[in-house]
């Protein structure tokens, strides 16, 4: 029962319906809030219990001063929680373990259950096995379940021993476009009892935690929603409100209209390059002004998926009629909708500039975007800020394509005109200017000189015996995929007319391109199947291949072996375009360097033209039945057309048929033998579902903090390294320690699947920890992947093999890090593996956030170098022995904010400096305190 310091609670009648609810009007100065603080104070009015949630944090925003630092912590309660199979896996299978530990302590294991609707959403498993062919589908979701059968029956087993714990079984969206089209619901309602002991429903704003970091796609309907690590969400779902800071929010004026030629892509990408150059990590970002209801739902959405590429918490916009009539859309009920409506108008979250009595609200910092001014644009190639206009692409991609190339291929500056086609001996480099051969300097085909760019001709016999070359900078993925945006019609459309242009005016994507088409809905298949689209993006290749993230979470599949082996053998630096929202290094495809993302149109239209070093403005895609030439502007929609073809091929009758038996699942689904029991009977010979070590020998009482001594550094890395760096969730190589695991194991190369498939598995995670193909750890000299410097043995080895070693020998590990480090998906496996690999701390220029606070959630401290130092300015080549004084302080119940660390040299020589304490907030340091986040649940819950 909350304890309503201040009378707050009130009744809303809406139609014949009543509703208990807490009035915001009951606080001055909650008024003139930002949207998204409005519902941090009615959260806290709502669990205010005299404890956790006072009086006084209510009063710390309700006199929120927007220039300050953050400084006050609140705690947030998430009305549900969302999770995709990836990261629920391992959520399910600390909460089976965690059911085991509290019996061990002495507690009730039902106690480890979810008080707060959860659902997880299977979309992360689905592989591109097969493409370009209309079994494609059925094919994929058939390997799909023969990789994956030991996990959907784990999820089965969870689904019926956790209340209120639902699953969406595979085949059916990804998990965003289904929290937007389906799961959200815009305002949330629970029964409960009232003061007097009579039982009545409550009304309150959804919000959600969730275990991806695109969870802000949600923002856009106007549900507060962030992405958090499985180890965070657990404790949510077990009641465990989310210690945060109050934050600044960044207000985000839209104004002007997108023009024709521009999509809702090239504006995410634009808000991405302005809020990361801006910085807005840590911050509440939203979106405001008379511009906002000019913002077509889908759009919002797109723009709030991108949230985790700029930084932001959140990228958030308020309700508004907009909002209520996308509800209405997708099938929600009149009742819902009315209650939407009534609840935000009356809580004053109801967005409205021109409405009487409108309170603009106040704002830490303003940024303002004309969207007149967008133009179309792709992001690359390693990073989702790095925009490219689309006019500026093809000599962006001669300007990074050295650092792709072979060490032998020299670029030479020589205009198109002087382009020369010819074989240098190796022994002559001065006069040739280039050689395009192997490293060892023999020339493997003829070299082009051409504008600022490299060049290798390299033959290809394809399956079907056509005959074909390739060369750097080929586009051999063209995939439209994942969750940014295939919620959105007016770009999925925009593909589809696009591809019905180009195959009437004859055009054809290039042979050694493999193309895809996952949407995110089956929604999205029915408006293609209505507006007559399918025949045309099937005629360019691009065949239904999965509902599922697929190419963007690194289940691009295989390329064919003809194409592989020519880009193995020939170090060729190949492209991928996806219409996703991460383009990391080693993400997409072991055998692809560099990745673009684009708007779906622009990834067929790269289809076409089959390479980066193309100009859509000065060279066509091909010619048509009367040998004209074929640009892009002529097989480009209009804006007209798109909107036209929306409103001819999409109603509410689609969304309601097509969610209606959302968590029943195919014959596949229903058919698995699904385990029973409170308690999961682990099976050891699982290399899928294995019991976690978190818990073993843990004793009621945490053991006190401890300095660190004698640690050595197992990795030093650069800047902007993300999760998929620390842990990779694609392919796993045949020679790596995970490899050699499975194989010993008695797993077949075939059915290796992935990393992200296998975090069940804490063996597999552990030894993929810092596996990424593409990682460049700095103690070693130009080798990329999963090694580092054994100091035990002065010699290299692989990273798993060196921290067991370091374990054996007692020694801890340090890890050293650049600026925000830990960008990425919300993988709590990357700061698992870390745990488990011995690494006591983590010190970096920069953390993001997500990452930052899982790092607390298991026990590694993070420490941030002095402001404007760096390992470099400091003089840190990696070969020091550290030790960090002061983290003992937090047995005393005190945060210190910063700790004493000595880098001891090998000639006994020292440096020392004072390393920023990044707990930021007194919850986090009992979680760390505790040796992480699910200890300190999993106490709370034995002593209850």
């Known amino acids: 029962m909350s304890i309503d310091s201040f009378k707050s609670r009130g009744t809303l009648d809406v139609g014949a319906a009543s509703y208990e609810i807490f009035r915001l009007g009951a606080v001055d100065g909650l008024e003139r809030l930002p949207y998204s603080l409005k519902i941090l104070a009615e959260n806290l009015l709502r669990t205010e219990d005299g404890k956790d949630v006072t009086a006084e944090h209510v009063r710390a925003l309700a006199e929120w001063d927007p220039q300050a630092d953050p400084s006050t912590e ?36 039902k106690k480890v259950n979810p008080l707060a609707p959860a659902e997880l959403v299977i979309d992360h498993s689905v592989v591109i096995d097969v493409f370009g062919r209309a079994d494609a589908f059925e094919r994929n979701v058939e390997f799909e379940y023969g990789r994956n059968k030991e996990r959907y029956q784990f999820l089965r087993w969870g689904q019926t021993a956790f209340d209120d714990f639902k699953v969406v079984p595979p085949g059916t969206g990804i998990v965003h476009q289904v929290n937007l089209e389906y799961l959200a619901r815009g305002v949330m309602t629970r029964e409960v009892t009232d003061e007097g002991g009579s039982a009545v429903t409550r009304a ?76 807005v990590v840590g911050k509440f970002v939203e979106f405001y002004g008379d511009g906002v209801a000019q913002v077509p739902l889908a759009n919002r959405a797109t723009i709030g998926n991108m949230s985790p590429e700029f930084g932001s918490t959140v990228a958030i916009f308020p309700i508004d009629q907009v909002t209520v009539d996308y509800l209405r859309l997708t099938g929600r009920s009149e009742d819902q909708v009315a209650l939407v409506e009534a609840y935000a108008k009356e809580q004053g979250l109801w967005h409205d500039p021109s409405a009487a009595g409108y309170t603009e609200p106040v704002y830490s910092e303003y940024l303002e975007l004309d969207l007149s001014t967008v133009v179309p644009s ?38 198109l005109d002087e382009a020369v086609e010819e074989t240098f001996p190796a022994s002559d480099p001065v006069a040739t200017g280039a050689t395009n051969g192997d490293h060892d300097g023999t020339p493997a085909a003829p070299v082009q000189h051409a504008t600022g760019r490299a060049h290798k001709r390299v033959p290809v016999t394809l399956e079907d015996g056509r005959q074909t070359e390739l060369d750097h900078g080929a586009v051999v993925i063209s995939s439209i995929t994942s969750c940014t945006n295939t919620s959105n019609p007016s770009v999925m459309l925009a593909a589809g007319l696009l591809a019905k242009n180009a195959v009437e005016k004859g055009l054809e994507v290039k042979p050694w391109v493999k193309t895809s088409m996952a949407p995110g809905s089956k929604v999205v298949t029915n408006y293609y199947d209505k507006a007559g689209l399918w025949p045309y993006l099937e005629k360019l290749g691009y065949h239904l291949v999965g509902y599922g993230c697929t190419t963007c979470i690194g289940n691009s599949g295989p390329l064919p072996e003809e194409i592989s082996d020519a880009v193995n053998e020939n170090d060729l630096a190949v492209a991928s375009v996806l219409s996703g929202n991460r ?27 089959g390479t980066m070093d193309f100009d859509f403005e000065s060279e066509p895609l091909g010619t048509d039945s009367e040998g004209e030439p074929v640009y892009l502007k002529d097989i480009w929609p209009t804006p007209a057309d798109v909107d036209a073809t929306i409103a001819n091929s999409i109603d509410s009758e689609m969304f309601t048929k097509d969610y209606s038996d959302v968590f029943t699942g195919d014959d596949r689904w229903r058919e698995l033998s699904t385990p029973e029991g409170e308690t999961f009977a682990w099976d050891a010979e699982s290399t899928y579902v294995r019991r976690p070590p978190y818990f073993e020998g843990m004793q009621a009482e945490p053991a006190p903090v401890e300095d660190v001594s004698g640690a050595r550094v197992l990795a ?29 194991h008695g797993v077949a190369r075939k059915d290796f699947n992935s990393y992200g498939s296998r975090r069940g598995n804490h063996e597999v995670m552990i ?65 698992k593996g870390t745990a488990l690999l011995g690494v006591r701390a983590v010190i970096a220029e920069s953390f993001e956030r997500i990452h930052r606070s899982n790092l607390i959630g298991m026990g590694v401290l993070p420490l941030q170098f002095p402001e404007g130092e760096s390992y470099d300015s400091l003089g840190l080549d990696g070969s020091e022995t550290f030790a960090i004084e002061g983290i003992t302080a937090l047995n005393e119940g005190r945060t210190p904010a910063t700790v004493k660390v000595t880098a001891t040299k090998d000639d006994g020589s020292t440096v020392d400096f004072d390393a920023v304490v990044r707990i930021d907030t007194p919850g986090e340091a009992d979680y760390f305190r505790n040796g992480g986040i699910l200890q300190y649940v999993l106490r709370q819950l034995a002593a209850s």
């Open 74 to 109: 609140i705690q947030f309660t998430p009305a549900r929680v969302v999770m995709q199979d990836f990261t629920g896996v391992p959520c399910v299978v600390d909460l089976a373990t965690m059911r085991e530990a509290v019996a061990e302590l002495g507690g009730d294991p």
């Open 204 to 279: 309150y704003p959804d919000t959600c935690v969730g275990t991806d970091s695109h969870t802000p796609m949600v923002n856009g309907l106007g549900v507060l929603g962030w992405g958090v690590g499985g180890i965070e969400a657990e404790a949510a779902m077990l009641g465990q409100p989310v210690s945060m800071l109050i934050p600044k929010v960044v207000g985000f004026k839209l104004s002007g209209s997108i023009p024709s030629g521009a999509t809702a892509t090239d504006v995410v990408l634009t808000i991405t390059e302005m809020l990361r150059q801006h910085g």
């Open 378 to 415: 792709i992001a690359g190639p390693k990073r989702p800020q790095d925009r490219i206009a689309v006019t500026d692409a093809k000599a962006a991609f001669a300007d990074v394509l050295p650092n792709y190339v072979g060490e032998h291929e020299q670029i030479e500056e020589t205009s």
């Open 583 to 609: 383009n990391f290094e080693g993400r997409i495809n072991p055998d692809v360097k560099m990745n673009y993302l684009a708007s779906p149109p622009l990834v067929i239209a790269y289809g076409l033209a």
């Open 716 to 744: 030093k890395l650069g800047d902007s390294v993300t999760t998929d760096h620390i842990s990779p969730a694609g392919s796993i190589k045949p020679d790596s320690p995970a490899g050699k695991y499975l194989a010993e």
């Open 767 to 831: 030894r993929g920890t810092f596996a990424n193909i593409r990682l460049k750890n700095l103690l070693l000299d130009g080798v990329e992947g999963g090694f580092t410097k054994n100091f035990l043995t002065g010699e290299q080895d692989t990273i798993f093999d060196a921290a067991m070693a370091y374990q054996d020998a007692g020694i801890p590990l340090v890890i050293l890090g650049g600026k925000e480090y830990g960008s990425g998906s919300s993988r709590d496996w990357a700061a």
